[in-house]
């Protein structure tokens, strides 16, 4: 007999390298698909493909699963879930892209030239080994900042393309074993291809991510928490964590949590406390707390989302 849940709804996140002949139609129905079923979120299309991360009923998640399946080409998707009690999204967002995750290279990568997928215990089981390896984290560095393997290089780059400039400069050892991670295992599809094509030899990449991982084996070897591209923005990974990596960057008191800054035209994610929220009404620098636009302040709502991070990602990613 099946276990009931105790959480009305479900989030998923996803992705699926498979030929998509006309993203605009094919984007106009699975927008469709989405209303109908009244379930939220971003899903990005393109020729190459699919990735989003929705929310909505149980029942609605499972029924826009099999429809995904049920598409050709799309038969094998591996959809990542979360039970919760709300819907951390506000909106609906399905959009045609040049690409799923933006790497943004001259040539286009195939993935299926990729590095070899670790599971989850193989993974550990390396980490836990004393074999010499280069572990790089494959996130933006507001991603790393707060949560990302022991022993890690976590590049500071603000953006997912920058990364291929960041490989040319880094003058890592093309001879060793790399092994690469990022939050659900998209970014490392086309990264192992690039490091495969600049010459390095035994690449490999945490199949699913870090939340494939932290379902499958835990928390080993992994410190802090994990950055998520919806309204929750981190969730918890390390059991029984007493600090969190980072610090307020108004006020220097341990913290991980983002806030957006109130100034609309500033908008920049931030590290911030309570303290500092109020220290500067939620905004990010004393210019931007003079700004005459900036957003009203609510002490009471400081760490309820306002969903003014969304639009943030949709012009960084």
Not at 241 to 252: A, F, K
Not at 256 to 282: M, R, V, W
Request: charged share 25%; aromatic share 12%; with cysteine.
């Amino acid at each position: 007999m099946s276990e009931v849940s105790a959480y009305p709804y479900r989030l998923i996140l996803y992705y699926q390298f498979a030929p998509v002949a006309d993203p605009e139609e094919f984007c106009l129905a699975h927008k469709k698909l989405c209303q109908q079923l009244n379930v939220y979120g971003r899903v990005y299309v393109a020729a190459e493909g699919i990735n989003g991360t929705l929310a909505g009923l149980s029942g609605q998640i499972e029924t826009y699963m099999q429809a995904v399946r049920a598409l050709p080409g799309f038969a094998a998707t591996e959809f990542k879930v979360d039970e919760l009690d709300h819907v951390p999204f506000v909106k609906l967002i399905v959009k045609v892209r040049e690409e799923i995750v933006t790497l943004k290279t001259p040539e286009r990568l195939d993935v299926r030239e990729g590095g070899r997928h670790l599971s989850p215990e193989e993974w550990k089981a390396v980490l836990d080994s004393d074999e010499e390896v280069i572990l790089i984290d494959v996130r933006n560095d507001y991603e790393s900042k707060v949560g990302h393997f022991e022993g890690a290089i976590c590049p500071d780059e603000r953006n997912f393309y920058d990364f291929p400039q960041w490989l040319d400069r880094a003058g890592l050892d093309k001879s060793k074993k790399v092994l690469m991670y990022c939050t659900g295992g998209i970014r490392c599809e086309k990264f192992s291809v690039l490091m495969k094509k600049k010459g390095f030899r035994d690449v490999n990449q945490l199949h699913g991510g870090i939340i494939n991982y932290a379902k499958t084996v835990g928390d080993a070897h992994y410190k802090g928490k994990c950055f998520v591209f919806d309204d929750r923005l981190t969730v918890p990974i390390q059991q029984g964590q007493e600090q969190p990596l980072t610090t307020c960057e108004i006020t220097g008191v341990p913290c991980d949590t983002y806030l957006n800054c109130a100034n609309p035209d500033c908008n920049k994610l931030f590290i911030c406390s309570e303290e500092g929220a109020h220290q500067y009404e939620g905004c990010c620098s004393p210019e931007c707390l003079e700004s005459p636009r900036r957003r009203p302040f609510d002490p009471e709502q400081i760490y309820t989302p306002t969903r003014k991070w969304y639009q943030y990602f949709e012009e960084k990613r």
